[in-house]
Antibody, heavy 118, light 113 residues
Framework: EVQLVETGGGLIQPGGSLRLSCAAS????????MSWVRQAPGKGLEWVSV???????YYAESVKGRFTISRDNSNNTVYLHMNSLRAEDTAVYYC????????????WGQGTLVTVSS | DIVMTQSPDSLAVSLGERATINCKSS????????????LAWYQQKPGQPPKLLIY???TRESGVPDRFSGSGSGTDFTLTISSLQAEDVAVYYC?????????FGGGTKVEIK
């Protein structure tokens, strides 16, 4: 059974850093495109970043230069390293898997809440 | 960036009646080399992550009831719930995957009238 479990969220001051983790089971993260999608409180969905099977990474303009996506194949985990956090980064962050070579999402985690506030 | 615009923002439909949600992209998401529309639909219930309903604009994900259907091509797409059930109360999102950055529509909230 495919499962994605996000951890690492919490309350962080503006300008701070945080690392989110997405532990996968039931498949290998190295064999699928993996993304982070966020949702601000009461708002819609915003794609954040993707890592392809070959290791290429892409980012939304809103986080480029501040966020880094990576994966650890041995731990079957995907990470989102977030630096220079802003209030507008406050959101539930979801980890999501793409089934094939196209970036739509067939499995999602339950999400982890990141709150950026002083 | 491709902008996805959904309409309406919300709709209330009687149980057993049809619900229709529209999604328009600012440029075509039809890839000419394979004649596929790079468009997906998701359902999100309160407190839950989104759930994939439809991809390639009209292919239903495994396990999704057949009352959900997707149609359209190019820039104009529709998600139809043929006979609304109580469990279909949710927010529905379209998403293009034609290129990076991926973008979602703003969502359509479906309620029972």
């Amino acid at each position: 059974e495919v499962q994605l479990v996000e951890t690492g969220g919490g309350l962080i001051q503006p300008g701070g850093s945080l690392r989110l983790s997405c532990a996968a089971s039931g498949f290998a993260v190295s064999s699928n495109y993996m993304s982070w999608v966020r949702q601000a409180p009461g708002k819609g969905l915003e794609w954040v970043s993707v890592i392809y099977t070959g290791g290429s990474t892409y980012y939304a303009e809103s986080v480029k230069g501040r966020f880094t996506i990576s994966r650890d194949n041995s731990n079957n985990t995907v990470y989102l390293h977030m630096n220079s956090l802003r209030a507008e980064d406050t959101a539930v962050y979801y980890c999501a898997r793409s089934a094939g070579r196209e970036v739509f999402f067939d499995y999602w985690g339950q999400g982890t809440l990141v709150t950026v506030s002083s | 960036d491709i902008v996805m615009t959904q309409s309406p923002d919300s709709l209330a439909v009687s149980l057993g009646e049809r619900a229709t949600i529209n999604c328009k992209s600012s440029q075509s998401v039809l890839y000419s080399s394979n004649n596929k529309n790079y468009l997906a639909w998701y359902q999100q219930k309160p407190g839950q992550p989104p759930k994939l309903l439809i991809y390639w604009a009209s292919t239903r994900e495994s396990g999704v009831p057949d009352r959900f259907s997707g149609s359209g091509s190019g820039t104009d797409f529709t998600l139809t719930i043929s006979s609304l059930q109580a469990e279909d109360v949710a927010v529905y999102y379209c998403q293009h995957y034609y290129n990076i950055p991926l973008t979602f529509g703003g969502g359509t909230k479906v309620e029972i009238k």
